[in-house]
């Protein structure tokens, strides 16, 4: 299996501009979870999906970010505007929904956003 | 979900063995522990779980004593290449596998 899949794996765009990321699950994998990494708030999570439909965005820092999961072999996190302040490193992880009681994520390679 | 704290950093040399101690003090009935790893420009990597007592794969044991309250990664023999974060969480059943990741132990391995 290819793992999970991101893109792009880097992105610099202006503030104001809409940036989309994009994530392939694992094949077979029923939640989906989208992360952002800095070095000041370490990990966090900010959306995650089962079975396509979010279950939990309490995460999401405002409105200018959205998340969508249209099928189950794709997802999407989109920012629109861009700010400064939302250069990071977002990760899309997939699971298999614990109910063989594992909570092992499949991470993807992230991909480094740069708002200037 | 619980609370967990760990060392923030940790040193070691090649060949030693490395025990990473996080405190859930808050841990509930249905909880479970997981541990991840995760390498510079990387995203984090599943190492081991464990409910109670002693869970060992080919990577790490996970040492949980009898009120949960605390547990212990153990890494064998560790090389320079296990440098790393090390991520203590605590998960619940009913949440769908949501995972909430704290500061974790950055382990530097000396030559």
């Known amino acids: 299996d290819a793992g999970v899949i991101q893109s792009p794996r880097h992105e610099v765009t202006e503030m104001g501009q809409e940036v989309t990321l994009r994530c392939k699950p694992i094949?077979?994998?029923?939640?989906l979870f989208w992360y952002r990494q800095t070095m000041m708030r370490g990990l966090e999570l900010l959306i995650y999906?089962?079975?396509?439909?979010?279950?939990?965005d309490s995460g999401m820092p405002e409105d200018r970010f959205s998340a969508k999961m249209p099928n189950a072999s794709f997802s999407t996190l989109k920012i629109q505007p861009s700010e400064p302040r939302d250069s990071a490193v977002y990760f899309c992880?997939?699971?298999?929904?614990?109910?063989?009681?594992?909570?092992?994520?499949?991470f993807g390679p992230g991909t480094r956003l740069t708002v200037t | 979900l619980a609370k967990t704290t760990q060392p923030i950093s940790m040193d070691s040399y090649e060949g030693q063995e490395v025990n990473i101690t996080c405190s859930h003090n808050?841990?509930?009935?249905?909880?479970?522990i997981t541990w991840y790893q995760q390498f510079p420009s990387q995203g984090p990597r599943f190492i081991i779980q464990?409910?109670?007592t002693k869970v060992t794969n080919e990577v790490a044991s996970l040492f949980i004593p009898a009120d949960r309250k605390s547990s212990t990664l153990s890494l064998p023999r560790v090389s320079l290449s296990d440098t790393a974060v090390y991520y203590c969480?605590?998960?619940?059943?009913?949440?769908?596998?949501?995972?909430?990741f704290g500061q974790g132990t950055t382990l530097q391995v000396k030559p």
């Open positions: 992880a997939s699971s298999l929904t614990p109910g063989q009681l594992t909570y092992e994520q499949y």
């Open positions: 464990g409910y109670k």
């Open positions: 969480l605590v998960a619940r059943s009913s949440n769908t596998g949501k995972l909430i």
């Open positions: 999906f089962n079975n396509n439909v979010p279950i939990d």
């Open positions: 094949s077979g994998h029923n939640s």
């Open positions: 808050n841990i509930a009935t249905n909880d479970y």
